[in-house]
C-alpha cells in the first residue's frame, strides 16, 4: 500500500473543510440556539433509544459518565430533555425527550438527510454505492 500524497491530502483537506462548513451552517439555519455536537449527539441517542439510561449514552458517545452528565444538565435545562426514576429501579435514571426535544431531534435528522442528499446528488447510482462502501471502511477500520 503506498502512502497518500501531499496533493491527495490538500485536496481532501479542503473538501472536508468545505463540507464541515456547509454541515456547521445548516446547523445554524434553524431559529434556536445550535447545540455544541455532544449535546447534539446525545439527544439525537435518546431520540432513537427513550428511556435509556446516561451510562448507555456515554458508553455510546465514548464519553465519560461525568461528561453526559453535564450535557444532560444543559438539556434539562433547555427543555428538552427529561429525568426519569423507573418504578422497577428507583436508583437507576431513565432519559426521555420532551416534546420539544422530539422536535429538535427530528429537525436535525431532516437537515442531515438534506445534506446527504445534496452531497450524493452530484453521483451515478453506482459512484454513491462506491463512495458509501469506501467511507463506511474508513469509519469502522481497525488499526
Known sequence: MTLPTDDELATLGAAFDTFARRYKLADAL???KPLNELDKQTLLYIAEHPGCGPSDVARFLG???????????????????????????RRAVALKL??????????????HRELYRRMLGPLSPAERTAFISLITKIVYHED
Open 63 to 89: 464519553v465519560a459518565n461525568t461528561t453526559l452528565s453535564s450535557a444532560a444538565d444543559r438539556l434539562v435545562k433547555q427543555g428538552l430533555l427529561e429525568r426519569h426514576r423507573p418504578e422497577a429501579d
Open 30 to 32: 434553524g431559529p434556536e
Open 98 to 111: 420532551t416534546a420539544s426535544g422530539k422536535v429538535r431531534a427530528q429537525a436535525y435528522v431532516d437537515v
